[in-house]
T-cell receptor, first 112, second 112 residues
Framework: AQSVTQPDIHITVSEGASLELRCNYS??????LFWYVQSPGQGLQLLLK??????LVQGIKGFEAEFKRSQSSFNLRKPSVHWSDAAEYFC??????????FGTGTRLQVFP | NAGVTQTPKFRVLKTGQSMTLLCAQD?????MYWYRQDPGMGLRLIHY???????AKGEVPDGYNVSRLKKQNFLLGLESAAPSQTSVYFC???????????FGPGTRLTVL
């Protein structure tokens, strides 16, 4: 079955430190890939997406993600985290269907 | 443009009561979705629609009904609310299936 795995439920980093959030997807075909962010009490906002082409994708708020076909991964990165980045992050995939499949999310906590 | 709006923002029901959640989008999107979000479970698709007058079941459709009489509106109904339906409900829309989805701010529903 098609699935998305976010192995880290909760990550804590210090402000200014680098960040990498992991996302792995199942299935052989390359899906469309997305990262969303959800601040407390808010809806989801798209950070970035990958459809094809350059495997390093730039998004909003200084985030980037790299698609690695050999590892079935689409990890989200940021070189220097700000306190305002504290939120929940969701990876999502679409396999040529009408729907997105979401991971269970990673909650990011940022210490000053 | 308001994007995706949801009404109401909060609601408390007693077991057995009924209610309807309204989602509206002003982006002329064909696709609309209803999700529920529960701690540790990410977003789970309840029902979706690929165009005016169409609806389809998602991952967790039991206990819910939907209607898409107008392109811009997508209604989610609970005929007889149960405590297991206590959740945060999100509506989303997309111009194409399997593509970027735009989310509303959510409705927090509590069933006592």
């Amino acid at each position: 079955a098609q699935s998305v795995t976010q192995p880290d439920i909760h990550i804590t980093v210090s402000e200014g430190a680098s960040l990498e959030l992991r996302c792995n997807y199942s299935y052989g075909a390359t899906p469309y890939l997305f990262w969303y962010v959800q601040s407390p009490g808010q809806g989801l906002q798209l950070l970035l997406k990958y459809f094809s082409g350059d495997t390093l994708v730039q998004g909003i708020k200084g985030f980037e993600a790299e698609f690695k076909r050999s590892q079935s991964s689409f990890n989200l990165r940021k070189p220097s985290v700000h306190w305002s980045d504290a939120a929940e992050y969701f990876c999502a995939v679409a396999y040529n269907t009408d729907k997105l499949i979401f991971g269970t999310g990673t909650r990011l906590q940022v210490f000053p | 443009n308001a994007g995706v709006t949801q009404t109401p923002k909060f609601r408390v029901l007693k077991t057995g009561q009924s209610m309807t959640l309204l989602c509206a989008q002003d982006m002329n999107h064909e696709y609309m979705y209803w999700y529920r979000q529960d701690p540790g479970m990410g977003l789970r698709l309840i029902h979706y629609s690929v165009g005016e007058g169409t609806t389809a079941k998602g991952e967790v459709p039991d206990g819910y009904n939907v209607s898409r009489l107008k392109k811009q509106n997508f209604l989610l109904g609970l005929e007889s609310a149960a405590p297991s339906q206590t959740s945060v409900y999100f509506c989303a829309s997309s111009y194409a299936g399997g593509n970027e989805q735009f989310f509303g701010p959510g409705t927090r529903l509590t069933v006592l």
